[in-house]
Each structure stands twice: as C-alpha cells, then as structure tokens.
C-alpha cells in the first residue's frame, strides 16, 4: 500500500523474451519500449490515444503505449511489431499487407497489423463491417484504408 | 512525458478511502489512464499521488443483484462482451462497444469515464435516461446518488475529494424499446441521445403503448439532462403512433437543451440537431419496441 515514486522492476515477456526492467511510476511504455529497448516499431503521433500509431498488444489486447504506464506491464506479454514476424518468416498478416499493398508511408503499418492481430484472435470470421469497426482509431494517411481492409479479410478468408 | 508522481496501490476500498483522506487533493484516483494520463501529459493536471484503484477486486466486480452493478474499473470492452450485460441491458453493452476507439476501450474504465464527467461521455447520458445511481465509499461509509446529482457540470461531480467512485447500480432494462444514436465527426461525439421507451406489456406489439418515456441528451450542454417536457408528450402514444409526435418531441427537446457554441458548431446548430436526432432516435427505438431492427444509418452518426 506504501506508494513509490522510486524506479522499481518490473518482470515481463517483450516478443517472447523475458526481461527484468527499472522504471519508474511516471514511465510511460512507450518511452521505455522505444528508448530502453530501442523497439522503434510503436510510433509517437498524437500522443491522445486517437491514431493507432503506438499500438502494441498486451496479453494479446491492443493498447496505446503512449498513455499507459511502463508499470502496468509488470508479468505480462507485451508484443510489438518487432515479434510479429518468426525470424526471416513474415506473418501472414504482414505478407498479406505486401501483396495488396496495404503499405504506403508506412507509418500507420506496424499499428495496423498489430490491431488486426488482436481482431482476428478475437473473431474467427469477420465482416468487412466488424473490421472497419475494429480499425476504428487506427488512422492512415495514406491509403484511404480499402487496400488495409482487403489485407486483413484475405488473412480472415485463408484462416477460416 | 509525464511529471513524476507516487504511485500508491491499495488492495481495498478502505485503504483507497484512507490514502485519499490523507492526501486530500494531492491524490488523484488512477485506474486505465485514459482521461487522467491524457491531462498529465499536458501538465493541465499535476497531481503529486496517483492511487490506484484497480486492485480492489469489489471495483472490478459486474454482478446481477436486484439491479445490475457495475463496478468502477470495469472496463468499456468487459461491459460490451460481458453476456450478463447483454442479457440484462443489451443497449449498454451495445453503447459500450462505440465508446471511443478497441484500445481506449481495453483499458479505459467505466468509473473513469463518469468520475471524470467529461460532457462528451456516452456512457453518462445513457445511463441518465436508465436512471442508473453511483456509489460512492468514503472512510464515514457509503452513500449513493442519482447519476443527474452525481454529474454537477463539466469535469465536475458530487465526489468528495475522499470518496471514491465504487460503481454503477441500475435497474435492468432489457426491454429492446430503446436507442442511443451519437453523432459527430471529431473524436468525441457533438451529440448524443438516449431513448428509452417503457410499454405496458411486451415488446414486439405494435400497437403496445408507451407508458414511460425517458429521453437524455448528452454532450451539447455543460452536463446530459432528461428532457421532461419530450417525454410527456410520448405518455400513451402507440407505438405505431410515435411518428405522429417525433416532430412535436424533438422540437421540446431542442427547446430543453443548453447549447454553447464551440468547435463541435454554433449553439443555433447543436439546437437544430438536437431536434433532429430525437426524432430519428425515437422512430429507431420505436420500431424496435414493435419488433423489428431497422436497417437506419445515418452519415456521421452512429445507432446503438
């Protein structure tokens, strides 16, 4: 019950690897995933939760990393885009995104594949409605996201 | 970047109850951050303590009494999958699952959203019109409050600096004679409204009438407000009948509100939608109390 405003260690799993970390309460998790960890796949833009830039998945549940706090991670699994991919082996969310070409800048991707991540384990057989309600907050500058939804409900379509 | 702060993580609501008395307002309850962190970022808020609450497993508990509880820290996305929730009050899981955007909903927390009395809240003005009450635990017990009294103004309740926000208790409403249609192109909604319309006998009669009408509208004032004068005028009509009155109800209702001009438009226009939404969330709610789910939408809107 005694607060701390002292770093302390928190134990949890970064994309399969397990690591100690110090920080400290005010810490937020994006800072320590890009900066400690120098994962620079979750993007800062606009820092209010209302992009989708940042979005990591914890316990397989997508979350903005830029306003959640190092802290709450403790004993949990945290996945960026950086673990999405088994070694040379593209996920096939993200082969999918290369062969509609879901890719323009490039900045929205690693959210966006992470989100859709999360969906599909939620949902085995979504519509193109379930996943436009799904990628709601997760902003794309430059497709104008039908290439984005096509890349995700190929993904749905191979796995049902 | 965020100000440092201390975080304290008390395990009960006696506990939290206790650090709150203690600290006064240097402390701040903490749950998903959404709102709270948001302020912090931008040194609008500079609270020395955090407590946070999500520990207390009574906050996190959504349980089926008389009435339905929600807990404080339950989550938007718990309440939108929650089978209970959907059985009991289907309008609230449906409303919950709009709530902003997955990842807000994933960690952002019901409690959050009402203590924090944010006027773009959908979660307030349904649960207005559901005449849902909050409890509220201090280290001198408990007390509960009608959501109007508990919701003052903007980012301002009846919360006293040591009490905390334990949960939601409402009456279950699982008739489908209802809507919540939210319309809006910034992040947060520009107007939300709630119907929810009691008939005497079942749903799914065309002909039943509406004994019990309740109309919130949320986010054009400085807090949501029933509107009395709409619903009176909805007593006794048949539900195939309501398109004879959605003119005469939404035009009572613009005339009940207190818009200002702002970014999300003039206070002419906030007036003027007030007026049509009503309407269009009326005839959804009416056709669904005589058995069908209409196949509406309108641009920029959505009807849960």
Redesign the interface.
């Known amino acids: 019950?005694?607060?701390?405003?002292s770093p302390a260690t928190i134990h949890l799993v970064v994309n399969g690897r397990a690591c100690d970390l110090e920080v400290?309460?005010?810490?937020?998790l994006l800072?320590v995933l890009r900066d400690v960890l120098d994962l620079k796949g979750a993007k800062r833009s606009c820092?209010?939760?209302?992009c989708?830039a940042c979005?990591i998945l914890i316990d397989g549940?997508?979350?903005?990393a830029c306003?959640?706090?190092a802290?709450e991670a403790d004993g949990r699994a945290v996945l960026t885009v950086e673990g999405l991919a088994e070694g040379e082996r593209l996920h096939p969310l993200q082969r999918a995104f290369l062969d509609a070409g879901a890719v323009q800048c490039g900045f929205c991707t690693s959210g966006m594949l992470l989100?859709a991540r999360?969906?599909l384990a939620e949902t085995t057989a979504p519509s193109r409605e379930d996943v436009l309600?799904?990628l709601?907050?997760?902003l794309c500058r430059c497709t104008g996201y039908r290439k984005i939804v096509e890349a995700i409900m190929a993904v749905a379509e191979t796995a049902r | 970047?965020?100000?440092?702060?201390?975080?304290?993580?008390?395990?009960t609501a006696e506990?939290a109850c206790a650090?709150l008395a203690r600290l006064g307002e240097d402390a701040v309850p903490y749950a998903g951050?959404?709102e709270l962190?948001?302020l912090m970022?931008l040194g609008l808020l500079r609270p020395p303590?955090?407590v946070d609450v999500k520990r207390i497993r009574e906050l996190n508990e959504l349980a089926d009494g008389g009435r339905l509880t929600i807990g404080a820290t339950v989550t938007h996305?718990s309440l939108e999958r929650s089978p209970l929730v959907r059985a009991r009050c289907p309008l609230v899981a449906s409303v919950a699952?709009h709530v902003?955007?997955?990842?807000?909903r994933?960690?952002g927390t019901i409690g959050g959203n009402l203590a924090f009395a944010d006027p773009h809240s959908d979660l307030a003005t349904l649960f207005l019109a559901l005449d849902a009450h909050v409890e509220l635990v201090s280290p001198g017990g408990r007390r509960e409050l009608s959501l109007g009294d508990f919701v003052r103004g903007p980012w301002e309740t009846a919360r006293r600096p040591d009490e905390l926000l334990a949960g939601v208790r409402l009456a279950p409403w699982p008739s489908r004679a209802a809507a919540y249609v939210k319309f809006g192109v910034h992040?947060r909604p520009t107007l939300g409204i709630a119907v929810a319309l009691g008939l005497n006998g079942e749903d799914g009669r065309a002909s039943a009438r509406i004994q019990d009408a309740r109309i919130a509208v949320g986010c054009v004032g400085p807090r949501p407000a029933r509107m009395f004068t709409a619903e009176a005028r909805l007593r006794g009509v048949s539900v195939d009948r309501v398109d004879d009155v959605v003119g005469a109800v939404g035009d009572a209702a613009a005339a009940g509100v207190d818009p200002a001009d702002d970014l999300h438009g003039s206070a002419d226009y906030k007036r003027e939608m007030v007026a049509v939404f009503v309407r269009r969330a009326l005839r959804v709610a009416a056709a669904r109390a005589g058995g069908v789910e209409p196949a509406t939408s309108f641009p920029y809107a959505v009807v849960a």
């Open positions: 019950m005694d607060g701390a405003r400290a309460p005010h810490a937020l800072d820092d209010t939760q209302v989708g979005t549940m997508a979350v903005s306003t959640y706090l802290v989100t999360a969906m309600h799904y709601r907050g997760s | 970047m965020l100000r440092p702060f201390t975080l304290h993580r008390p395990e506990e650090l951050g959404t962190l948001l970022k303590h955090l996305r699952r902003a955007n997955v990842r807000v994933n960690v992040e």
